[in-house]
């Protein structure tokens, strides 16, 4: 005798009755109905996310807009300028619908920029340097952040803040600081420190773009020491592409290339500061921080690589290096909205100290190593 198959099923539900569970094997048309509607939700799943970061996003690249006009006008670095009117509307991040913007715009927004400072320099820029420049970089940069870290420790700032200062002094300023932040284990003084080392660096690069060319002079170096030391010893590209042409076209193209020389160690410092932290993040078994090799580092090097074979239509690899200043500019600008000046005066007068110490390092270090060529 046969018995109808039954669609349905019996079990056992939490107060102790039974409930029935349809167990239909879903049809070509359920499907295709399940889709329609995932679909749907997932569209105004987005709008809703676009809404909620449309109005902090605005207001960071308005921000970012008028810092580019002032800086355009008035000479002083774009990026200062983002932070110093980025605090001026700090009451965007304390409440109301910007808040979720802004957070992206520092964090997400940050990194893409990063990423496309690939577009900036190529393998041939590196390689036409010769050895000898190519290893006081190299050397600076790793001495520079071991001292930052040592004294760092010994001012009891813990070793995260000697990295993060170290690494931006000696690579590329308030990028590196950025970068170098994203991969930094996370902690409640994280964002307190990034924006003061972006703040330091940038006004110190500011000093050293005036100050600096009247070392050049007292010490009567030549056209290419002359580069050599500017663009290992200051800190952003502008400031250094600045100093460097005042002194003589020469000196500000030998100038740019050793910066870009600096800018490219961004990848191998961050690459193994990733391998550190992931290392010991795991044996700790703190998540936090945990990506062994973040995706905009893996996309900075692929960027370097595109430049560097050429295949690259000029007037998109403009587009993509100006687009990486837009991103950093604004990630600053959100920065800045995100800063507490009363937190950052809580700061005190060491991480000052420390700063300032390892940009005179990196100076006396990038001097002795030119004296010692010559």
């Known amino acids: 005798m046969k018995t109808k198959k039954s669609p349905k099923k019996s079990e056992m539900s939490a107060n102790g009755k039974q409930k029935r569970v349809d167990t239909e094997i879903p049809t070509k048309e359920h499907i295709v109905e399940a889709e329609r509607c995932g679909f749907q939700c997932h569209a105004k799943a987005a709008k809703v996310r676009f809404d909620e970061l449309f109005p902090g996003i605005i207001a960071s690249v308005t921000v970012a807009a008028a810092a580019t006009f002032l800086s355009e006008h008035y000479g002083a670095p774009t990026m200062l300028f983002a932070l110093l009117l980025g605090m001026a509307f700090r009451f965007l991040s304390e409440g109301g ?12 927004i940050l990194r893409v920029g990063v990423a496309l400072l690939g577009m900036r320099i190529t393998l041939e820029q590196i390689l036409s340097l010769g050895a000898g420049p190519m290893a006081v970089v190299v050397v600076s940069v790793m001495l520079t952040i071991l001292f930052g870290l040592a004294l760092s420790k010994i001012m009891g700032r813990g070793k995260r803040f000697g990295v993060l200062t170290g690494g931006s002094v000696g690579i590329c300023g308030a990028s590196a600081a950025l970068a170098i932040s994203a991969i930094l284990p996370k902690d409640e003084y994280s964002e307190r420190n990034t924006i003061f080392t972006v703040i330091s660096v940038t006004a110190l690069s500011t000093v050293a773009m005036i100050f600096y060319p009247l070392i050049v002079e007292q010490f009567g170096l030549d056209h290419n020491a002359a580069g050599i030391f500017l663009g290992g010893t200051i800190h952003d590209v502008a400031q250094v592409v600045g100093a460097g ?21 961004l990848v191998p410092a961050v690459f193994t500061l990733s391998l550190i932290f992931h290392t010991r993040n795991k044996a700790e078994g703190n998540t936090a921080g945990g990506v062994f090799l973040p995706p905009f580092i893996i996309f900075f090097i692929l960027l370097v690589g595109v430049n560097s074979a050429g295949i690259t239509p000029e007037p998109i690899r403009q ?8 991103c950093l500019v604004t990630a600053i600008a959100a920065l800045g909205m995100k800063t507490s ?19 005179l390092f990196l100076a006396a270090l990038v001097l002795g190593a030119i004296f010692w060529m010559s």
């Open 97 to 108: 619908q910007a808040i979720a913007g802004i957070q992206f715009a520092s964090k997400t």
């Open 245 to 265: 042409y005042s002194v003589s076209d020469k000196t500000g193209d030998t100038a740019t290339f050793i910066k870009l020389l600096r800018v490219a160690m």
């Open 319 to 326: 587009f993509i290096v100006d687009t990486s200043r837009w």
């Open 341 to 359: 000046l009363k937190a950052l005066f809580d700061v005190g007068w060491k991480p000052v100290s420390i700063i300032v110490a390892e940009t």
